[in-house]
């Protein structure tokens, strides 16, 4: 069966830079894009960007530009979200999600269970 | 404030029909995709629509999509209180280069 294991959460300094990983089972890795979304507390979800597990290649939104990297690692099936420059607004439940169609639409059939990301002092 | 704009609450009885809009642009619903998701309290978000229209295997037949326009609407029949849940549309967004979340849905069955 399909799923997405996230790492654990993380308290982070302002300014300071967190990885959370995301590692995947149960189906063939490259075939589906995965996407990365955040959710602050009490509030919606916010897309941060996509990448192909395939080929490597990263769409970011605009927000996240410059601030935020992508990463995946075939031989292990992992993915991983880097965001640099952490502030308290950074501070969300950080999500990867699957994509099951191959335009990489925004359709999640599947999602990590999710990583708390606290930005603190 | 997001791009997609939803109520930020609804409401039903058990076994009442209800509906979420979800209202769009040109530039995102009009020609693109509409997905919809429901959000569990303290969980992960799960899709119950993808193409406007169509419903993952194991999704109730109870939710149904539609798409009109630059606006779309997600109807729950036969309102359960496990629907008790928080709804999001999304579209992907050609001017932003970005799929867009609306605010969300807050249902509360009565």
């Known amino acids: 069966q399909v799923q997405l294991v996230q790492s654990g959460a993380e308290v982070m300094q302002p300014g300071a830079s967190v990885k959370v990983s995301c590692k995947a089972s149960?189906?063939?890795?490259?075939?589906?894009?995965m996407h990365w979304v955040r959710q602050a507390p009490g509030q919606g979800l916010e897309w941060m960007g996509a990448?192909?597990?395939?080929?490597?290649?990263?769409n970011y939104a605009q927000k996240f530009q410059g601030r935020v990297a992508m990463a995946r690692d075939t031989s292990t099936s992992t993915l991983y979200l880097e965001v640099s420059g952490l502030r308290s607004g950074d501070t969300a439940v950080y999500y990867c999600?699957?994509?099951?169609?191959?335009?990489?639409?925004?359709?999640?059939?599947?999602w990590g269970q999710g990583t708390l990301v606290t930005v603190s002092s | 404030q997001s791009v997609l704009t939803q109520p930020p609450s609804a409401s039903g009885t058990p076994g009442q029909r209800v509906t979420i809009s979800c209202s769009g642009s040109?530039?995102?619903?009009?020609?693109?995709?509409v997905k919809w998701y429901q959000q569990l309290p303290g969980t992960a978000p799960k899709l119950l629509i993808y193409?406007?229209?169509q419903r993952p295997s194991g999704v109730p037949d109870r939710f149904s999509g539609s798409k009109s326009g630059t606006s779309a609407s997600l109807a729950i029949s036969g309102l359960q209180s496990e629907d008790e849940a928080d709804y999001y549309c999304?579209?992907?967004?050609?001017?932003?280069?970005?799929?867009?979340f609306g605010g969300g849905t807050k249902m509360t069955v009565l």
């Open positions: 999600a699957r994509d099951r169609e191959t335009d990489a639409s925004g359709s999640f059939d599947y």
């Open positions: 149960g189906y063939i890795f490259t075939r589906f894009y």
């Open positions: 990448i192909n597990p395939s080929g490597g290649s990263t």
């Open positions: 040109s530039s995102n619903i009009a020609y693109n995709t």
């Open positions: 193409r406007n229209d």
């Open positions: 999304a579209a992907w967004d050609d001017s932003l280069n970005a799929l867009v």
